[in-house]
């Protein structure tokens, strides 16, 4: 992703899935936070990424509070009664790698897998991802109504990602899927007709198709399978702060502010088309 205004993605129409809900229940037990175990007594200090973009933070200014992944801090740090709030940057593998951190918590669009959490620990989910397949619109995958449409198709991902394991478990194509160092390479392939369709989370999927591969569009969001994929606030692993989050982030849920938050920078209505199992 790169920077774009908020008011092309306004204009765009994000339709991800609302994942606030009434009644969701925090995870651990949160009765030492009545002092919270901050890094720095009095200051949330949180980690992005290096540079960070919207729909999750705003022209890479995550103090500014724009974008859903900087609101979602402030709204936190409110709620949890922290008044000031810092930022530092990290790149993304550094974060995931065991070890002490020198920050409370990183937000970066981080999935919560069992293979992250044996050395770091993450908060409760922030955000239910969908993914979402783009091409030509003249493309073989644009007619596409189901999975199955698309298993005789070439189909490509950014190495290393969610999007990918979605196409090699889930739609599993005939033909290997083509993998992506990065979405220059993802265009050049597009360009050169490599590719019928790729496979992008759908916040990515706007951004690509508004900037970056603009002769795409998005054709169909893809069908969730089995456990929804959910992004986790990352924190050290063992770090006594992680119940403290979550209840704040249930309390969050439970009053509808991060529905709100996704309706703002996430959820703007729109009418692509969900292809069926």
Known sequence: MRKISLAIFLALGLIAAACGSDGVTATGDA???DTLPLKTA????????????????????????????????????????????????????????????????????????????????????????????????????????????????????????????????NIQPDNDAAV????????????????????????????ITAVEITDASILGVLPREGSPEELGMLFEDGSPLVPCVNEALANLHNDGTIESLEDEWLNSGGSIPTLSN
Do not use: H
């Open 42 to 169: 009095g200051q949330l200090t949180v980690a992005t990424g290096e540079p960070a973009f919207l729909p999750w933070v705003g022209d890479d200014n995550p103090e500014g509070g724009d974008g859903f992944e900087a609101a979602l801090v402030y709204a936190l740090a409110a709620e949890m009664d922290v008044a000031n709030v810092v930022w530092t940057r990290t790149g993304f593998d550094a974060a995931i790698a065991p070890g002490s951190k020198d920050y409370d918590f990183n937000i970066q669009q981080f999935s919560i897998t069992e293979e992250r959490e044996q050395v770091v620990d993450f908060s409760d989910g922030y955000y239910q991802v969908e993914q979402a397949i783009i091409g030509a619109s003249d493309s073989a995958a644009a007619s596409a109504a189901s999975v199955d449409d698309l298993k005789e198709l070439n189909l490509g991902a950014a190495i290393g990602t969610t999007s990918l394991d979605y196409i090699e478990e």
């Open 180 to 207: 992506f160092d990065d979405n220059v390479a993802a265009k050049s392939a597009f360009d050169a007709g490599q590719v019928d369709g790729i496979v992008f989370d759908l916040p990515t999927a706007y951004y």
């Open 31 to 33: 009765s030492g936070c």
